[in-house]
């Protein structure tokens, strides 16, 4: 957990495939938001360096490696930017965490709320460190079902999808 540490300079320092799961748990940005050429995550500002502030799709291409399983925890994750598309850009963080090689990435399709979003995301990563269950995206709709049973409305949780398809290997 890097928490306020999140900053672009130590996540380029990071060999992501060595990790089997990555969770970013932040702020998801569309181009309009941040005045980028693509959606990107909000990161702890280094204000030693230009352009800190976001990890965008290029970003994400110059990361080392990708971990197979990759949780963003943040709004329009999954959601195509515009801007993105018509500058023949991959679209959505989704697509660019797919196109560095993920195996399975969950993402959101539109802004979810903070508190909803941390128990789904807990709960399914219990799950995933806890049960023999080698399938992530059974695991994930496993989660799913507990949070309903917690009676949380479905705009809390349904924005969340798993695309891709990743099992463990132990």
């Known amino acids: 957990a890097l928490r306020g540490l999140a900053k672009k300079s130590l996540l380029r320092e990071i060999d992501y495939s060595l990790i089997e ?23 702890s500002e280094d204000p030693k360096e230009k352009n800190s502030k976001f990890l965008s799709l290029d970003d994400i291409n110059g990361l080392v490696g990708v971990s197979p399983l990759i949780l963003l925890s943040a709004c329009n994750t999954a959601t195509v930017d515009d801007a993105a598309r018509q500058g023949g850009m991959t679209s959505s963080l989704l697509e660019g965490f ?31 460190y806890q049960k023999p269950e080698k399938n992530a995206s059974a695991l994930f709709w ?17 924005a969340f999808v798993p695309v891709g398809d990743y099992q463990r290997s132990n």
Request: glycine content about 6%; charged content about 20%; overall charge negative.
């Open 142 to 158: 496993s989660a799913v079902k507990n949070i309903k049973e917690n009676k949380l409305d479905y705009l809390d949780w349904g």
């Open 21 to 43: 799961m990555t969770s970013f748990a932040t702020h998801g940005v569309m181009s309009y938001e941040s005045g980028l050429e693509s959606p990107a995550l909000l990161l």
């Open 98 to 128: 797919l196109a560095r090689g993920a195996k399975m990435v969950i993402s959101s399709y539109w802004a979810v709320e903070s508190n909803a979003t941390k128990e789904l995301m807990t709960v399914f990563s219990s799950l995933f």
